[in-house]
């Protein structure tokens, strides 16, 4: 039996010196480009390319600046004052827990009612907060821990009423350690809360006043491009306008205008709002805050009669009133450390006298409870116990009256800022609305001229 070989099937080799599609291409175009039609279609495309990029950069831009001023609005700065709202509540709540021990059987249904509406409004607000703090693990971790401790905190409290009802003298250990508590714990974890919106609140406003240099340099760009080919169909043909060209030239010009003077606007209301806004909101929070501990020292200080000392042998709560006046009010002066206080520096924020005017009730009213403190003190001193007690709680001529004072002043230069903020804010967030769409739509129309007013001249050609 034979075998027929059979021959090796090779490959033909490709011819030599034939070229790819691309490089067909590119030659093509090199070709076409070598003709006056061909670098016109070219300049046509580049044309109507970089008006489009131009467009298209400002409106993402613009857009996300426009949305982070919205979050500023909408969002992290209602979040921030919310946490605030929560230290506020519960120092408020711990104040006003160690006033009613104070009273004893006398302990108003107001003061009641009073200390019940801090714990809601506390709980409301952290409620409120986890559902709004989604992507800050620092802010998820404190409000769990707020949401754990705070039950425990209420049934101090309670048994510290419990006891003193009773006549027990345990009470008042109880209600040390639910204000230890508070002041290690609950205190601490609602200020990293608060520090951690007040940081997402400035992300917000650094994302909502950045520059917007990539959309600014595709402006300038396109626009230089289009000033070009005008000038070079005028050099070829003696005309001195293209109308498509010139239409396509004032489109983008009014982009960039847009583009700038928006910015520009936005950004100097952001500033305004955080200046003016913002940052008197959060003075004006430290020192409220700063208010209520120094009144829940006060409290403290008839409560635990001299048991808790600090190294100095000095009270602890006496010495922790006296250092949240100092940062509240500067002390008893009114020179150089009060400018320094928190009051001082709410009143330096403050521009106008709208926000001035209750700033300057509350400095008065601190004054008046640093002299209605003294009395008190010297009383106790003294050992009438019974005179202090009227001084502190009582109802006419009390401290307690004078720190209410102070907080219906705080309150008010807050409603009022809060005002001055949003007024700011929406003005900013105002001056980017229909930029986008603007930007697009012009851009748009920049392309079409650009392309028709290359046409046109292409039409000589036919």
Do not use: C
């Not at 430290?286 to 403290?300: K, P, S, T, V, Y």
């Not at 900013?428 to 392309?447: E, I, S």
Request: charged share 20%.
């Amino acid at each position: 039996m034979s075998t027929t070989s059979v021959p090796a099937t090779h490959a033909s080799p490709p011819v030599k010196g034939r070229k790819t599609a691309w490089a067909e291409g590119l030659d093509e175009l090199r070709a076409a480009a070598t003709t006056e039609p061909g670098r016109l279609r070219v300049i046509g495309a580049l044309l109507a390319l970089l008006v489009v990029v131009f467009g298209a950069v400002t409106a993402w831009q613009v857009a996300d600046r426009a949305a982070a001023a919205d979050d500023v609005v909408t969002h992290s700065q209602p979040l921030t004052s919310d946490a605030a709202s929560i230290y506020r509540s519960l120092a408020d709540a711990d104040t006003t827990a160690a006033a009613g021990f104070l009273a004893g059987d006398k302990e108003s249904v107001a003061t009641r009612e009073r200390y019940a509406a801090d714990i809601s409004t506390a709980s409301a607000l952290l409620v409120k907060a986890a559902a709004n703090s989604g992507g800050s693990d620092g802010a998820g971790a404190q409000i769990a821990k707020l949401n754990s401790r705070l039950p425990r905190y209420t049934g101090l409290v309670e048994t510290a009423r419990a006891n003193n009802r009773q006549g027990l003298p345990l009470g008042g250990a109880y209600l040390r350690y639910a204000n230890e508590q508070m002041r290690k714990e609950l205190l601490p974890a609602a200020r990293a809360l608060h520090d951690a919106e007040t940081d997402r609140l400035a992300a917000d406003y650094g994302a909502a006043k950045a520059r917007p240099w990539y959309a600014l340099a595709a402006g300038v760009v396109a626009i230089g491009a289009l000033g070009w080919a005008q000038r070079r169909h005028y050099r070829r043909t003696n005309r001195v306008f293209n109308r498509g060209l010139l239409a396509a030239t004032a489109a983008s010009v009014v982009v960039l205008v847009w583009l700038v003077a928006g910015h520009t606007v936005a950004r100097a209301a952001l500033t305004g709002s955080y200046e003016h806004g913002a940052r008197s909101l959060r003075v004006l929070n430290e020192a409220r805050i700063d208010a209520l501990q120094a009144r829940g020292d006060e409290n403290l200080t008839l409560v635990a009669r001299g048991a808790v000392l600090n190294g100095g042998q000095e009270d602890f709560y006496e010495a922790g009133f006296r250092s949240g006046m100092a940062d509240l009010a500067g002390g008893g002066g009114h020179g150089a450390a009060a400018a320094k206080s928190r009051l001082g520096a709410a009143l330096a924020l403050a521009d106008d006298e709208a926000g001035r005017r209750p700033v300057r009730t509350a400095l008065t009213q601190v004054r008046q409870w640093q002299v209605r403190h003294g009395a008190a003190r010297a009383a106790d001193d003294q050992g009438d116990y019974e005179q202090a007690l009227a001084k502190v709680i009582g109802t006419g001529g009390s401290t307690g009256e004078s720190f209410d004072r102070v907080a219906a002043g705080l309150q008010q230069a807050l409603v009022h800022e809060q005002e001055e903020f949003r007024s700011a804010a929406d003005s900013g967030r105002g001056a980017l609305g229909g930029l986008p769409v603007g930007a697009g739509v012009l851009a748009g129309l920049a392309a079409v001229g650009a392309v028709l007013g290359i046409g046109r001249r292409l039409a000589e050609y036919r």
